[in-house]
């Protein structure tokens, strides 16, 4: 079902009776539309919430939506957002994932902020999950080796680090300054690379260069969170934070592969077809003698190192939350490998 503009509706709470009965909420999606988002609408339908999806624009969204009753879809722009229905949690996985300065302050921080704004003046303001990402981390302090979890320092250094970042560093202080002053649950899962069908490129390989790979680092792990694994952690988070519960939470992967071992995999593509070998270290030499002023990215040394310093990843707090994976790395490479259309080259 489409409105053209917010209606405030009823929260959808207990069904049946006892402490254990199944609860439905009322959850608010944005993002709903891309790669992650069309997955974690088809888990939560799966169980049982009712779902209000604010788009940029409803003919993106799937036939079936349009006709299911559980779905309500509201289409407009978040910065112009005046108003929402009522809800039970607000999942905001809406941002730019590429851009100038201006676009991600504009598509990621002063979204959120306006999303933020038309929540609390519902009569009962929601609890929030917001997608945020592995990368607001710093890696300056690190060393190989080194296990990432939630205790990580964040990035001290973000007027170093890609657009991207300094944003994601935002849109959290954003929610969690609006969640901590409104007393309201706040779930902050800092997601990792999402990867699965239609999507195997991973900055944390190296340099793409046309059918070659400029690979600076083979050891560690990768930072990898497969599509439905990354949907689930959605959805228990907006259980949890209908349940009143908050939490900061790194979403990645069991079975992360080394950098070695998915190239190994991604070979099956037909891409890379030459791989160069180039040690980062050369390139932290490069960005420390040019006190990292120099253009791309990767010659910045906070940049450089959150990338191909080679870590470990914990997900110890996930799997606490009921997480479970589907599957290993190997079975899910291998479903994505057949998925892929041949010859994928990276796309950033």
């Given at each position: 079902m489409r409105d053209e503009a917010p209606n405030v509706g009823s929260s959808v709470k207990h069904e049946g009776k006892g402490a254990d009965a199944p609860v439905s909420l009322r959850l608010l999606?944005?993002?709903a539309t891309g790669y992650l988002g069309r997955e974690l609408v088809r888990q939560c339908l799966i169980a049982g919430h009712h779902l209000t999806l604010i788009v940029r624009d409803a003919a993106a969204c799937p036939i079936e939506w349009e006709i299911d009753q559980r779905i309500e879809i509201i289409e407009g722009d978040l910065v112009e957002l005046k108003a929402v229905p009522q809800s039970d949690v607000v999942l905001h996985l809406a941002a730019s994932l590429a851009g100038d300065a201006a676009t991600q302050q504009r598509d990621t921080v002063e979204a959120s902020r306006s999303l933020?704004?038309?929540?609390?003046?519902t009569e009962t303001p929601p609890g929030f999950v917001l997608a945020s990402s592995m990368a607001v981390y710093g890696a300056m302090g690190l060393r190989p080796g080194d296990v990432v979890d939630e205790t990580t320092p964040l990035e001290d250094a973000a007027h170093l680090r890609d657009t991207y970042c300094r944003a994601k560093l935002g849109q959290e202080l954003l929610f969690s300054s609006a969640a901590s002053d409104a007393g309201l649950p706040l779930q902050v899962l800092r997601i990792g690379a999402i990867w699965g069908p239609g999507r195997l490129w991973n900055a944390h390989l190296g340099i793409g260069l046309g059918p070659a790979l400029l690979r600076l680092e083979a050891a560690g792990d990768l930072p990898l969170a497969h599509l439905r694994h990354a949907a689930q952690a959605l959805r228990l988070a907006a259980e949890a934070a209908g349940r009143g519960e908050s939490a900061v939470v790194n979403v990645?992967?069991?079975d992360l592969p080394s950098r070695a071992q998915y190239l190994a995999?991604?070979?099956k593509t037909g891409w890379p077809?030459?791989?160069l070998p180039l040690p980062w270290r050369w390139l932290e030499i490069v960005a420390r003698l040019t006190g990292s002023r120099l253009r791309p990215g990767l010659l910045k040394t906070p940049t450089l190192r959150y990338r191909m310093l080679p870590l470990r990843y914990d997900n110890?707090?996930?799997?606490r939350m009921?997480?479970?994976p589907e599957a290993g790395f190997d079975a899910l490479m291998e479903e994505a490998l057949q998925a892929t259309p041949p010859q994928e080259a990276p796309r950033g």
């Open positions: 999606i944005t993002g933020l704004i038309a929540a609390l003046r990645v992967d069991s995999a991604h070979r077809r030459l791989t110890a707090t996930l799997r009921g997480w479970q």
